[in-house]
């Protein structure tokens, strides 16, 4: 993670160590993830479904000649299905050793948050399981949720082996 | 200076392995009587060699252990002591204990205590008392007393080239008694013409030392295969040892790659060649590129070259680099003499071992995942299939018995073949003993075929007893797992009396895979083509539901269940009635299932990328590959669909 003391566009000047996150929407939320941990922001392009797999599985694509599996974020999130269309991208992501592509609805920017910034997450007893939400920062009107990919990604991997078993 | 020699210790295990594994070849060739007029020699070379880096790193044991055995080497190529039955086995045995010292050096464990019992062993053989503690830097002894030597030390040319020094061998000697060196400058040309590389002086040397021969010899060590070299006593009594090496090079190794690396040695024409393709790519390709340039629709029959073109050449490259990993199958084959001998031996039985088609190549990874089952298969035969000599003479066979290994390519694959001319196995036997075990019902109908496969299921064995060698039950159905885990087949034939014979099916390759593409609803599916019987289109009287169980489609007399993919897959498939669609019958384990598909699109190599990589193993999945528009296919694992659809309980049509 970058710590970087950053003096903003106006001058005010930032206060504290800040990460670099970026922003993407699903639905009417604003969520982001480190930077760090993106590899790449794809275009939706055909995800070949996988038999028995949980509905936010989508699938896998072709990644210049990896595959690569998909997760669908809305699924995951429980939100209601939508359509694809061209503002539809794939977040590849790295977690662990693994590479991994998220469906969000848009991507948004690559904001600079102050760790001051950061309030922990209430419980709003909402869709996103709180294990998964490593703090909320309101930038502007916006707030947006910071995710804690791994936690997200990696939890799946835990379910899914205990159904093998 | 200190120089640290560790980097150089892993080099010098890989090449001790190699040695030994010569020496191990040359020494089974000699008890078998096939011992050519260099065998001797390469053996002695080859512990030699060993010696020198032994002592170089400084391993005590192994040091010592080595320099016992070279002597009694060198006096077995001088024809002093002649080569018995019973000391090639001790040879032999010398062999595995050095094998033990070098794991033991390269685990840095203690050397196991056996090597000091084989020590004496072989110091009896020489018939001298035990070798004098080592010490290449002994000082002589003074004494005055000793033998002389008339010593010749001709280096080759290139000698100081080697990095040898012979001033160095001057002084080892010089230390062991009184030395008196007469340098030969006849070759020396004029200093203008003088090259300082190249060595023009030979000399002759009196050795007056109370030193061993062996010692003497040790001085030269190094330089023993780039120069000509005598020693004889003074007084001539006895003819020594003349130690005139050719200027030779190492002993020929065999391109192997040590078990317990992960590196490999390939030929350099072979690196070569690939790199020469990979430049003819790049320039199709950039041809193609400058076509693309402006392009107008003129220009497509030119693009059309091109990218034929590209095509031909990216075939060449795949296959070349494939190759880049292939070696050859002897480098297993090898170790099964030894094995045959020793377990026949064992057994009181008479086996003779015949390998063919040794330089097979297969890609390094299937080798050495098809080595374990392969010496399983070996025992196997050598334990249960081979009959004893008088109970051969009893069924009028010769009392020898023939186990047969060969290897041969066929299609796009390597079939390699266990066959032993032994007893064969009764498929009575089998099927009652499968009704024993629960593997099959008293009342179902087998084929021969089905029958014998039964051998590979777990737990399966019909051996009475159980040896220590095999028996236990636990080798076919393991064979049978590692072979199918490398995408490859195997089947047994047997005729009672006469004999049995393993056939094991590879593919060439890991990483590609001969697959038949079929389409499920909108998803693409490959099925590898190893696991095909055949397709049909079923006509509607062939198809009946039975009670509850779900879909049976008739082939032949023949029941076979029927798995609807696109349920299974929960894909919507175009076809729900059997008789409308293609159906795609396949095999598993000796028994079929016919998956219903809605199109073939035809056969193609494809390449097998991972899913576990980035996701998990999936049931029915073994990986994927990527289509030529760029989406990813599953391929199907026809084991795992096969669990799915027992396992699920076919449920009939909606």
Known sequence: ?165 | MEIDLSQFRDTFFQEAAELLETMERELLSLRAGQAGGDTLNAIFRCAHSIKAGARTFGFEAMARFTHVLESLLDRLRNGEVEASAGLVELLLRSVDVLRALIDAAASQSAPPPVWEDVTEELDRALAIPAAPPLSPREPAPDRPAGTEYDIRFEPAPELFRLGLDPFLVLRDLAQLGTLAADADCSRLPSLETLDPETCYLRWRLRLKTAAAMDQIRDAFAFVEDVAAISIEPAAAAVPAAGVAAPVAGAPTTALRSAARESSMRVATGKVDRLIDLVGELVIAQSMAAQIMNGFTAERLPLLREAMAEIERHTRELQDRAMRIRMMPVSSIFGRFQRLVHDTAQALGKQISLEISGEETELDKGVVERIADPLTHLVRNAVDHGIETPAERQQAGKPPEGRLRLTAYHQGGNVMIEVADDGRGLDTARIRAKAIERGLTAAGDELSEEQIHALIFRPGFSTADKISDVSGRGVGMDVVKKSVDALGGAVALQTAPGRGSTVRIKLPLTLAILDGLLLRVGAQTYVIPLVSIVESIRVRREQVRDVAGCGDVITVRQEPIPLVRLGRMFQISSETADPAAGLVVIVEHDGRHWALLVDELLGQQQVVVKSLETNFRKVEGITGATILGDGRAALILDIAGIAAMSRGEGLSNAA
Not at chain 1, 3 to 24: C, H, I, N, R
């Open chain 1, 1 to 165: 993670m970058t710590q970087q003391t950053l003096v903003a566009a106006d001058g005010s000047g930032a206060a504290g160590p800040s990460s670099q996150y970026l922003t993407f929407v699903l639905g009417e939320e604003q969520y982001g993830i480190e930077i760090l941990k993106v590899q790449e922001i794809k275009g939706y392009s055909a995800i070949t479904p996988i038999p028995n797999t949980p509905p936010h599985i989508k699938g896998v694509i072709n990644l210049r000649g990896t595959v690569v599996p998909v997760v669908d974020l809305r699924a995951k999130f429980s939100l209601a299905a939508t359509d694809y269309n061209k503002f539809t991208v794939i977040i590849v992501v790295n977690v662990g050793e693994k590479v991994i592509g998220m469906l969000v609805d848009a991507v948004s920017d690559v904001l600079d948050i102050a760790a001051s910034e950061i309030r922990t997450a209430p419980d709003l007893g909402g869709r996103v399981d709180t294990r998964f939400i490593s703090g909320m920062a309101t930038i502007g009107e916006r707030m947006t949720v910071l995710l804690d990919i791994e936690r997200l990604l990696s939890a799946d991997e835990a379910a899914a082996q205990q159904s093998l078993n």
